[in-house]
């Protein structure tokens, strides 16, 4: 029993380790950057889809509706901000402060300042698929990502280890 | 027990849309002040339509709704109890200083106003709402306070439709 | 079929206090359906009479959003069927089969010794077999759109399943729609085979020296098992709807309800099952791109009754059926296939082979549906809180929540909760592949390279899935 153990828990670091290897190898980020984004929205999506930038990047999006009152709310960052078609103006709110007046903003302004995949989605009901109306911002080096590959990898590579030992006997 | 539990069956069956029924008419009465003409208003964006019709599941995709013409009378108390079938609409009669106002989609959003001239007023939707927003109005026709029709030159005639022509079904 | 007793299993009406009585009431049944039945009718009536905007309808959020995430991240893995124990939908026809909603009947004509009503017919031999069940939800998926985001349709739906639930079980015996027919059945009878409880036999000798078979045939103290499948001999999750009928009807109290360890069952039996493995991770996959990808013209292709491409529509649907039933299937069986020349001896045969190595897709298409079912349920479960105080979305505020604002709880978290699923599944796809490698080749090294193609496409699945959500 204890040798079956002591592979079962080998077999877990080699995972852990090969998933912090994979996430560990991504480059770093090349030095922040100002970005300038254009956006546009419509029924059911945001052109361009997904954004990437960098880690520490200063991001200034400005986002134009071609149809409807669409909204845009980004996890992670609290913004959360409605797209009025035909005003140059964003209203932004902070949905972590609670009973703050909305602001009148031309542009979003904020600093990725966490890596990963991080989602905006459409907050003002703008028709049948707004549920469903969502595009993607990708932080570079998205560690996560490559961790989570990684663990599939050494998931794998584990399991080829406890299949190709010697011991009989143990399933 | 088997009874029992027959009987429960058919309370459930008939007393689920009863109990609709019963709330979506507690929903309905104004509370408060009593004297409020109460008139509801729903805006569909297929078409650019404020409607008095009920737009729900089974016909909105299938039927247009007749354009709503609102009729109130000077000195009255008027309650707007606006609806949206689907995208966020805008409510305004500019002329009466009424709104402009967001319809929320699945919400009752509701305007008060009392109208103190007689005559034909737009009410416009102030928010894009589709290929039909610009083609969306109504007429509200403000009457006497006893009823007389308005003056002639208050009166208010839509432009025709051109993009968003009703075919109603 | 007389296996020894599994190891690491729980007799849980013997260990918790309280459950064999309950299970045993004849009443339970109804208890527990009942509320689901005013559920259903309350979701049809705001369906057809209630706001047209889905995030404000009772019978979106409620189904879509609460009813699925319940039901594949808590429901199947840790209960198996039982949803199928509290489902409204055969409610009229089984009552109109039994003519009773708490009591049991005997006498003739009827099905063994119980008293039935209805033409009690045999379910067509050719449909014996979860293939309806494929192409219903394949075809439900196609249509996921609309049902997703329009109350009517998910009224008519509902309220379809439910009329035809009740004319089935007029004409064929038992709860033929259940096991037969229904979309959501098939896909459950997959997944039930990873979760954590299974109705069992207690004793296999009890069983050879029974005579009366109530289990079966029914009797004074229960119906007779209304799946179709012979209680005593219950080896598999898949077709055991936890109705509890056979608890009641056993006249040796020798049915009981197991705790098991997660991912106890992977063994495919027949290319039907094989199929909806197939299926369901494919319309994972689609439903990961389509519904949660950021392309907007994937979703306008999905969505040809508003955004009119009708063109594009005909494309996705066709990549979704060749995905499923074509691509995915081929991908399996050419690691099968390579998996088994490998090995280099025989070992099985080429079907063997095939439906053994697909069983990979149990717990890894699980895991893939529960990571899908996240995000959902942590952006839009607020929407809860508002249908429960306006279920119809006119203007109510039954409990003072009609009002509360979206509030999407912790989305950013949502990756790593995913990536904690997906690894979980691939552990108990490799585990699975493993053993089933490992009981048709007693050589160790053959097992590891028979497995090892499969292996890979596994990993490889979960990368995928893991690169859709995270990445």
């Known amino acids: 029993m204890t040798a079956r153990r002591v592979f079962h828990v080998a077999g877990a670091v080699i995972v852990v380790l090969a998933g912090a290897a994979a996430g560990a190898l991504l480059p770093s980020a090349a030095p922040a950057q100002e970005r300038r984004i254009q956006m546009t929205a419509r029924q059911y999506a945001y052109d361009p889809p997904v954004l990437h930038v960098n880690r520490g990047d200063t991001v200034r999006l400005r986002i134009r509706s071609l149809d409807v009152i669409h909204g845009f709310y980004l996890e992670a960052f609290d913004i959360k901000a409605s797209i009025i078609p035909d005003s140059p103006y964003l209203e932004l709110t902070h949905p972590s402060r609670k009973g703050e007046r909305v602001e009148k903003v031309e542009e979003l302004v904020f600093v990725a300042d966490k890596t990963g995949k991080f989602r905006f989605r459409c907050s003002r009901v703008c028709g049948n698929m707004h549920p469903f109306m969502q595009g993607e911002l990708i932080v570079a080096p998205n560690r996560l990502a490559g961790a989570g590959i990684g663990a599939c990898v050494g998931l794998l590579a584990a399991a080829a280890i406890v299949a190709l030992r010697r011991d009989p006997g143990l399933s | 027990m088997e009874s029992a539990a027959t009987l429960l069956v058919l309370l459930t069956l008939a007393g689920i849309p009863l109990w609709v029924l019963r709330e979506e008419a507690a929903a309905s009465r104004v509370p408060d002040e009593p004297g409020w003409h109460v008139i509801d208003i729903t805006a569909v964006a297929p078409g650019g339509i404020f409607t008095f019709e009920n737009v729900v599941g089974h016909n909105y995709w299938r039927h247009t709704p007749a354009v709503a013409r609102p009729v109130v009378r000077v000195g009255e108390k008027v309650l707007f109890r606006l609806r949206s079938a689907d995208v966020i609409h805008g409510f305004s009669i500019p002329e009466l200083q009424v709104g402009p106002i967001a319809i929320e989609p699945g919400y009752v959003t509701e305007v008060r106003f009392e109208p103190k001239e007689a005559g034909e007023f737009l009410i416009q939707c102030v928010f894009r709402c589709g290929g039909c927003h610009e083609e969306m109005f109504a007429v509200l026709e403000v009457r006497g306070p006893n009823g007389e029709p308005p003056p002639e030159d208050m009166k208010l005639k839509l432009p025709p439709r051109v993009k968003c022509r009703l075919n109603r079904t | 079929m007389n296996a020894p007793q599994p190891s690491g299993r729980i007799d849980l009406l013997r260990t918790v206090p309280g459950l064999k009585w309950l299970l045993t009431r004849r009443w339970f049944q109804f208890a527990v359906v009942l509320p689901n039945l005013a559920f259903f009718y309350l979701f049809i009536i705001a369906g057809a009479f209630g706001s047209p905007v889905g995030s404000r309808n009772i019978i979106i959020i409620f189904v879509w959003i609460l009813w699925w995430f319940l039901l594949i991240a808590v429901m199947v893995p840790f209960a198996s069927r039982v949803w199928c124990t509290v489902c409204p939908i055969p409610f009229f026809g089984e009552w109109y089969q039994r003519r009773a909603l708490v009591g049991v009947r005997v006498g003739r004509p009827g099905v063994g010794r119980n008293r039935m009503w209805g033409f009690n017919r045999h379910w067509p031999r050719a449909l014996s077999n979860i293939w309806l069940q494929n192409l219903g939800f394949l075809l439900l998926c196609t249509f996921s759109v609309p049902l997703l985001t329009r109350p009517i349709v998910s009224a008519i739906v509902l309220g379809g399943l439910v009329l035809l639930a009740t004319v089935l079980h007029v004409i064929y015996r038992q709860r033929a729609f259940c096991r037969y027919v229904c979309p959501i059945g098939g896909f459950l009878s997959l997944y039930s085979m990873c979760s954590m409880v299974e109705v069992r036999a207690r004793n296999r000798e009890t069983c050879d020296e029974c005579t009366d078979k109530s289990c079966l045939a029914g009797g004074v ?52 099952e094989a199929w909806k493995a197939f299926i369901m991770i494919g319309l994972a996959l689609a439903y990961s791109v389509a519904l949660l990808g950021p392309w907007g013209i994937i979703k306008d292709w999905a969505n040809p009754t508003e955004s009119g491409k009708w063109g594009g529509f005909a494309l996705y649907a066709g990549a979704l059926w060749t995905l499923t039933l074509a691509i995915v299937p081929a991908a399996f069986y050419a690691a099968a296939r390579l998996g088994r020349r490998l090995a280099g001896e025989p070992g099985m045969t080429m079907k063997e082979a095939f439906l053994g190595f697909s069983g990979v897709l149990v717990p890894l298409g699980l895991a893939a549906w529960i990571a899908f079912s996240i995000p959902l349920i942590l952006v839009n479960g607020s929407y809860v809180l508002n249908v429960i105080s306006d279920p119809l979305g006119r203007g109510w505020d039954l409990l003072g929540t009609a009002h509360t604002p979206w509030m999407p709880f912790h989305p950013e978290y949502a990756s790593f909760l995913q990536l904690a699923v997906l690894l979980t599944g691939l552990f108990y796809a490799l585990r699975s592949g493993w053993r089933f490698a490992g009981e048709r080749y007693g050589d160790r090294p053959a097992a590891a390279r028979a497995v090892a193609p499969v292996a890979i496409l596994s990993t490889a699945v979960a990368a995928g899935f893991l690169w859709m959500f995270v990445g």
């Open chain 3, 221 to 272: 103290t229960g119906w007779g098992c209304p799946w179709h499948v012979y209680p005593s001999k219950l080896d598999r999750n898949n077709y055991c709807g936890l109705c509890m009928e056979c608890l009641k009807s056993c006249t040796h109290d020798n049915m009981t309800i197991r705790a098991r360890p997660f991912g106890s069952e992977t063994a495919l039996k027949s290319y039907d």
